[in-house]
């Protein structure tokens, strides 16, 4: 079954400092791999995307890792910033039947 | 910004009654998602269109309706609102349906009562 899961649900920690989200996925055949960051009551825009050749990918502070091979994903964002609070949703997408799975979301709130 | 519009951003219905969202876009892309969001779950695909009068299900597609007479226009149709489809609603649109990036709108909360 084609799924993607993310860890942690929610996460807490203060400002300045860096975390790491984790998304692990079980799709094939893997076309690529987006991070989505959701400010409340937004809509989901992209960060980063990644592809089978890829295995790291910045955006600023958001650096996104990937390994292929054991189907793992991360995001590190280093230095929070109070405006880093979010949902980040991790989605992978098919080579094949075209379909796009989404992982459920890690909630990340930066406290001061 | 993608030029993404839903319309309504917030409604309250009562059951039974119909109820249509819409989305607008100005990019010309090609393919057009409605997607419902919910707590504890992942954005889950309705509907999806990928051209003028071309349109699929999605995973949660029962008791919903959609067309797509213009590039630009995607209408979700609730033909009779239940409970169980208050949620929130966001359209997205994507040039390529594999490897393009999706461009979400704000979203369209609806309340069914």
């Known amino acids: 079954k084609n799924q993607v899961e993310q860890s942690p649900q929610s996460l807490i920690i203060l400002e300045g400092k860096n975390c790491t989200l984790q998304c692990n996925y079980t799709v094939s055949p893997f076309s690529n791999l987006r991070w989505y960051k959701q400010d409340t009551g937004r809509g989901p825009v992209s960060l980063t995307i990644?592809?089978?050749?890829?295995n790291t990918k910045s955006n600023g502070r958001y650096t996104a890792t990937l390994d292929a091979d054991t189907k793992q994903s991360s995001l590190h964002i280093t230095a929070s910033q109070l405006s880093d609070s979010a949902s980040y949703i991790c989605v992978v997408s098919r080579s094949s039947a075209s379909k796009i799975i989404f992982g459920s979301g890690t909630r990340l709130s930066i406290r001061p | 910004d993608a030029g993404i519009t839903q319309s309504p951003r917030h409604k309250v219905t009562e059951t039974g009654t119909p109820v249509t969202l819409r989305c607008h876009q100005t990019?010309?892309?090609?393919?057009m998602y409605w997607y419902r969001q919910d707590p504890g779950h992942g954005l889950r695909l309705i509907h999806y269109s990928y051209g003028v009068k071309d349109t699929d299900k999605g995973e949660v597609s029962d008791g919903y309706s959609v067309s797509r007479s213009k590039t630009e226009d995607f209408l979700l149709t609730l033909e009779s609102a239940t409970s169980s489809q208050t949620s929130v609603y966001f359209c997205?649109?994507?040039?390529?349906?594999?490897?393009?990036?999706?461009?979400f709108g704000e979203g369209s909360r609806l309340t069914v009562l």
């Open positions: 990644m592809t089978f050749s890829e």
């Open positions: 997205a649109i994507s040039e390529s349906e594999v490897t393009g990036e999706l461009f």
């Open positions: 990019e010309n892309h090609r393919y």
